[in-house]
């Protein structure tokens, strides 16, 4: 199903052939927490700024509106209307990270819900089926993320914890995908490395998950405190371990600067909250660094954010139209915002996969970094 | 400029020249405050629902981002990018329900403004001299809104000064059109009948300010707290004192119904923010009555909002994702809903033309009163 049309050095450019279409990578899947985009974006907005994949939230979605309604609706394509790809997250990261009096068990996690405070159990079946009444293209494995930093005392037995939940979501979504009731039995699995920034640790999880061999695997567990350098490093030292005939996948990241050295060193996907997290607050990606619409210096500018951007915010709209939107807390000025930004990070992959192509990654990537430091 | 096209009884179907381009009449215009519709709709997308004509608000873009800063960034239709007729509203009526500290003498209104308490005066010649520099298609005459069922001794001091100011107003812009750095020079100047809900008053003003010959002129003052009968009543006493081949206005009005009775009773424009409210709180219009989308019986409804509807909502979204939306204070749910109503607006406008036009007003008027009595 992944085709690995070029590499430059580890850097990998591929295809990936699924039932809801093919994806182009390195890919920057686009974040639709509760399948919408925040910033008033739609499935039908993404179709306009190059998105190939759109990334939906298995925790929130469960919590609301509920996996088994969405099911009962005809899944999740048909409820956002968006035809391509999906992947869904497992939950595990939420559980993690938003939930409320967390117990890890070897049976999975009990927490209470962020809303309302409900006590919810989720465990690799659980995941596994949810994801599968969502109907994603791509479901993640259910594991444990350990906070930063943590030491070997704690990553050893989580990953180990990880690594059997692994094959308890392998045989869970074998079976949902052999039932008649399911809506996408060509879901397909990715299982996720974890060891904290411990390299050996890493390795040894890489080798170990390597062998179900699995559609795709991502790398979890970064971005989470740790240093860039640190992060550079893991990939680094696990991504060999990793099948190059696989997509790799690097959950959560990044900055643009993240996801050039981290294709640099062999990842096809990416996802982040940050271009929407940041158009929502008036901070807009250029070619030459970020911009913030709220300094007073664009009052009065009536160019676009970038007078070489495609999208349609900046097709239309000025610097100082959209500020004054800011300034008056319309909620236009964030749409504006998160389409340029959402566009931004899409159209680099698209410049990433075109120098890859051209076997001029290496170049590209050094033109991009060092215009980045062109703040303007 | 206004080619009165037809009539039946006393509802006109009128065609009015601008140099933005023609109005066909009767129009809703879509409320976009201060330079954006409220809900993150941008005037891109007035393009898609039918939209003839924007209405902004001169206190609120006086305050900000600044009338001044607007002129010297080419005007109104350059700054929203928008270029269709605008018209712009006075002032009055926000420096009589949004700003503190307000007095009035015969010069103009001294008052605070809501935003940070900074002291502004505003009479006749400052509202003349904001929209010149905002450059709208048409301008509002400065007037005293005065209080909903204000008596007499009230009313009739106020009606006379804002004839006064009337004179004022026209003397001002016609200063403005002749200058060479205005923006629009063909701006238009609406004359505003005021008067309560005493008859004689509404009457007597409109003899007088007809004599002005204005391109065109509204009825202002209502719908802040009379009946709707007393409204319709006013209605049915002062346009026939108020010129045929000119365009009529209700200022702020109103529901469906309200809009079919004006019709009915002579008028050509309109304007409320009720349509983009309600559906910033998920209420939304049908013509069988307006819906609530948060209610539970919409949770599993993967029909559109209205089935015969033909806005880009409907043409996609399901009422149980948009309440999933919602729900989860999604602003994308928002938009959905703002662009589903102004859409219902902009095309019961469309069809009360048309029926105008095959002289099928009365009866189309009756089946669409009853339809919303059909509550879904």
Redesign the interface.
Known sequence: MYDLLKTEERAKRGRFQTVHGTIETPVFMNVAT?????????A?DLQQIETQVALANTY?LHL??NDK?IK???GLH????WDKPILTDSGGFQVFSLAHRRKIKEEGVYFSSHIDGSKIFMGPEESMQIQSNLGSTIAMAFDECPPAMADKEYIIPSVERTTRWLKRCIEEINKLNSLETTINNKQMLFGINQGGVIPAIRIEHAKVIREFDLPGYSIGGLAVGETHEEMYNILEEVIPHLPKNKPTYLMGVGTPENILEAVDRGIDFFDCVLPARNGRHGHVYTNNGKLNLFNKKH??D?DPISKECCC?TCQ???K??I???L??K???????CVIHNLYYFNNLMTEIRVALDNNEFKSYKKKRLKSYKNLN
Chains 1, 2 share one sequence.
Do not use: D, T
């Open positions: 509760v399948a919408a985009i925040k910033g008033a974006v739609s039908q929130h609301r509106p309604l009962e609706l005809g048909k409820f956002m209307v009052e009065k009536m349609p239309r709209y000025s100082a139209y500020r004054h939107l300034k008056a319309e909620m236009l000025g964030m749409r504006l």
